[in-house]
């Protein structure tokens, strides 16, 4: 009886074992001879992480390790120094994936790291040395942000003057935030918004590493918070290939699968 179990249990055991070998395998041959890098998403303001739920789902579909970090939105520096840390940790080569203000935050964060192959702007700024956020947002008509936003101030420890955040209005906030997405998601991500500090969608931003690093631009030609031709202007300064779509700003919400091809043309490019 024994020896039947003893049997019994060797048969089991090299049975896990040759499975766990055969997806070792199978892992090996869908990456190729080199790891497929790591793709680090970065969202903006008014919203978080989770609006690349889609895009991370097809990511990890096509074998792609993903993190979307929680961006603090409070200061221009202090988040690309955040995003920066994030990347002092993953060894392998990276490409950096940003939305909105995020933008920003990718642009100064790839600053000094070697393993970042790419940056990809979806629906996102890519300024230049000295330029804010809500700087660019201003220089092309067509942003409706502006008028949108409702100011809130919040105590700073050990300081007399009050900090100063940001939000959309939810009444106008499909309108011109996410005006493809049916009205009950809209309802939940104007509830849930987090917001930017005025600090930091203002501050200036350092020297762009779009000038060394090769970037990809996906501009939604329906964006109301960042007009299309400041997109295409920031695109064609950074020198970046450019794709368009019928999209809201959160093109990485409503157009998950265009999101997603413009990673992977970056991946193919630079691998």
Request: net charge neutral.
């Amino acid at each position: 009886m024994i020896k039947r179990l003893l049997a019994v249990l060797t048969i089991a055991l090299l049975a896990i074992t040759g499975a766990a070998s055969a997806q070792a395998n199978t892992t090996t041959s869908s990456t190729g001879s080199t790891a497929k890098p790591t793709v680090v998403l970065v969202h903006g303001a008014f919203a978080d992480a989770s609006g690349f739920n889609g895009v991370i789902a097809l990511l990890q579909r096509a074998g792609f390790p993903v993190i979307a970090p929680a961006n603090p939105l409070r200061d221009t520096t202090a988040d690309a120094a955040y995003v920066s840390s994030i990347i002092d940790t993953i060894p392998g080569p990276v490409i950096l994936a940003a939305h909105s203000y995020g933008g920003v935050v990718i642009t100064n964060a790839a600053r000094g790291h070697d393993n970042v192959r790419a940056l990809v702007y979806l629906g996102a700024f890519a300024p230049d040395e000295g330029e804010s956020a809500l700087q660019l947002a201003g220089q092309f008509p067509g942003s409706e942000l502006g008028h949108a936003l409702i100011a809130r101030h919040y105590p700073i420890p050990g300081s007399t003057e009050p900090g100063t955040d940001g939000y959309i209005d939810p009444a106008q906030f499909r309108a011109v935030f996410a005006a493809d997405l049916p009205e009950h998601t809209t309802r939940l991500m104007a509830a849930t918004q987090r917001p930017g500090s005025v600090g930091g969608l203002s501050g200036a931003s350092g020297a762009p590493a779009w000038k060394s690093i090769p970037s990809w631009y996906l501009i939604p030609t329906q964006d109301k918070v960042i007009p299309p031709a400041a997109q295409r202007f920031m695109a064609k300064r950074a020198g970046s290939k450019v794709t368009e779509i019928n999209s809201s700003h959160v093109v990485m919400i409503s157009h998950p699968a265009a999101a997603a091809a413009v990673i992977f043309a970056a991946h193919a490019s630079t691998r």
